[in-house]
């Protein structure tokens, strides 16, 4: 990474939200406390084998029971916006709305109140990846009775938090846990059922989003406000070879699979990528699958997904080469469909996880990509971090110089290009379970000492580096204020 300038205090515009973000299996703990039901991740963890070291988040970071902790981390900070997900079964057991947990209502009321006392508004997401797992025995995201369901929930909520909650995601990554979950067995679920179940659950997705929006735009918009959007995560990529026709179609069929797949249907067209129907089509014929289509189509007796987002959340880590590739041309798989082979760049470097290429340049390509095919809409960047692995180093310059880097890119996205990025959500607020990395990945802007019970948390040099950032940035629209 190359030496870059302090980020300017003018490169954003007022009303920048500064936030972090979090996600309630992955910091909150005391799994099956206060009525709490088990999640599929709770399940996932709990059969061994599948996590670094058989981790699990039962304990986490214990923001469950400590709370305030979280709160002085977030006012250190200065944070403007917080972007925090419920966990569905603390308060929904059985996933559905015959039962309501007290304890898990007024834990999340308590976490609102207290943000929006200290002047954060909180960005909501309604279901990170832990979904209840007594929804899972009864089909899950697999199942077409999911979408209702999930509207059940997502009305409960916008009820009974939305008249101090403004910003909703619905769902977070799709991509990820479709396919990570659905494909390739390495998250909870846990299942492998390649080239089929990953749509089907994309597609669940998608409907569970878009009942969820117009819901709220039918229900509760007059009234609390607010926006619903649904978090997308993407890849930059560009071809291996720009000079090879294939390199470049296979690029194109990569984004579209992994970021058109949803950002098509909601901010385009109503469906799916043409190529990627296209494709999906043809490998049937050529492979002989002939149990239906496996890219499921929209109903025209449900609503519809276009314009179901009030704004674009995007997650945005690494970026990718692509070549084309028919290594997968004879067996079902979603990257058999999608024909293209990711590498990474030399010369970029890696941080921590071994999928993590540092590519800050990236994030402003693919702003602009996102503003040339999504129709210009208002754009979240909802997580973005750089992990450590190893020894701790809480002054961890490397991180910092990734998040200089990364703001400068952004700023330039918003002056020099005109893309309308409305706020920035580091993740994370403090080093937590990654999921399949356990706790040896860490992110955090704050340390967690996960070797003791009082699980301290002490801020990384890249977190006093952030709050300095915001604090110029705040001080600066004072004072053109006045």
């Known amino acids: 990474m190359s030496l870059s300038k302090e980020v ?3 490169a954003f ?12 299996y992955q910091i909150e703990g005391c799994w099956d406390m206060d009525g709490k039901g088990p999640s599929i991740w709770d399940t996932f963890c709990h059969a061994k084998g599948r996590v670094f070291e058989d981790q699990t988040g039962d304990v986490a970071c214990n923001s469950y029971q400590l709370w305030e902790e979280d709160l002085k981390c977030i006012q250190q900070l200065g944070l403007t916006h917080y972007r925090l997900s419920l966990s569905w079964s603390r308060l929904l057991p059985d996933g559905t709305t015959n039962y309501i947990n007290p304890k898990g209502v007024a834990y999340y009321n308590k976490v609102i109140n207290d943000l929006i006392a200290s002047a954060v508004m909180p960005m909501v997401t309604l279901n990170h990846f832990d979904l209840p797992q007594a929804l899972e025995n009864r089909g899950g995201w697999k199942s077409p009775e999911i979408a209702d369901v999930f509207d059940s929930y997502a009305k409960f909520c916008f009820k009974t938090f939305g008249d101090r909650v403004k910003l909703w995601i619905t769902v977070n990554e799709p991509y990820v846990c479709a396919k990570h979950g659905y494909e390739d067995g390495l998250y909870a679920p846990g299942l492998r059922e390649p080239g089929t179940s990953v749509y089907l659950v994309g597609h669940n997705m998608l409907r569970a989003h878009s009942k969820a929006w117009h819901s709220y735009d039918a229900n509760f918009r007059h009234l609390q406000g607010g926006k619903v959007s649904i978090a997308l995560s993407s890849d930059w990529a560009e ?3 720009p000079s090879n026709p294939e390199d470049v179609s296979a690029t194109e069929r990569y984004m579209d699979f992994i970021l058109g797949w949803f950002a098509c ?11 990627m129907k296209t494709r999906i089509e043809a490998r049937n014929l050529e492979l002989g699958f002939s149990e239906g289509p496996r890219l499921p189509k929209f109903s025209e007796d449900e609503p519809n997904p276009l314009g179901t987002a009030d704004f674009f959340a995007l997650n945005y880590y690494t970026s990718r080469k692509v070549k084309n590739t028919s290594s997968h041309r004879s067996e079902l798989s979603f990257k058999g ?3 293209a082979e990711v590498v990474m760049d030399p010369s970029w470097p890696i941080c921590g996880v071994s999928w993590l290429a540092v590519v800050p340049e990236g994030l402003r390509k693919l702003l602009n990509y996102i503003k040339e095919t999504y129709n210009n809409p208002d754009i979240y960047i909802t997580e973005n971090g750089f992990s450590q692995i ?16 990364t703001l400068q890119e952004v700023s330039k996205a918003i002056r020099d290009d005109g893309v309308s990025v409305t706020g920035y959500f580091a993740w994370t607020l403090m080093d937590n379970f990654e999921w399949a990395e356990g706790f040896r990945a860490r992110f955090g802007l704050f340390h967690v000492d996960f070797s003791r019970a009082e699980l301290k948390r002490t801020v990384y040099h890249s977190g006093r580096e952030y709050a300095a950032v915001i604090s110029r940035h705040r001080t600066h629209i004072k004072l053109e204020k006045t």
């Open 8 to 10: 300017p205090a003018d």
């Open 13 to 24: 515009p007022q009303g920048f939200a500064w936030g972090a973000a979090t996600a309630a």
């Open 239 to 241: 071809p291996l070879d």
């Open 265 to 275: 249907p909601v901010f385009c067209t109503g469906d799916y990528p043409e190529k």
């Open 337 to 339: 469909d999608q024909g």
């Open 390 to 405: 190893g020894p701790v180093e809480l002054e961890d310059i490397e991180r910092w110089q990734f998040y200089q880097d």
